[in-house]
């Protein structure tokens, strides 16, 4: 079970983190992944952490400013979000597989998504 957590409201140029705490998953046997959904548009990739490497990729919007991270403590992903845009507005949702991919249907686990907006 996924459990998504930390979005908010926040100013432009503002940071924030996202986190997803991970139950009965294991971080090293499964890839995560964050994606967003703005309504009226398809869900998109933003960050992908493969299983072991790990490797990271990053949607090109998103490089230098979004960080995902692995917390073996918590057994959770944070998503670290800096030099927020506008454009950021989104759910935003956690997820995890047995494979790495950058298409929703590689996951079979999804987090239930947390709102995070972006105005001034």
């Known amino acids: 079970q996924l459990q998504a957590y930390g979005g908010g409201h926040v100013q432009p140029g503002g940071s924030l983190t996202l986190s997803c705490a991970m139950s009965?998953?294991?971080?090293?046997?499964?890839?995560q992944a964050w994606f967003r959904q703005v309504p009226g548009k398809e869900r998109e990739w933003v960050a992908v952490?493969?299983?072991?490497?790990?490797?990271?990729f990053y949607k090109d919007s998103v490089k230098g400013r979004f960080t995902m991270s692995r917390d073996y403590t918590k057994n959770a992903v944070h998503l670290q979000i800096n030099n927020l845009k506008p454009e950021d507005t989104a759910v935003y949702f956690c997820?995890?597989?047995?494979?790495?991919?950058?298409?929703?249907?590689?996951?079979?686990?999804w987090g239930q998504g947390t709102l995070v907006t972006v105005s001034s």
């Open positions: 009965g998953i294991t971080l090293d046997g499964h890839a």
């Open positions: 952490l493969s299983k072991s490497d790990p490797s990271k």
């Open positions: 997820a995890a597989g047995r494979f790495v991919g950058l298409l929703e249907n590689v996951y079979e686990y």
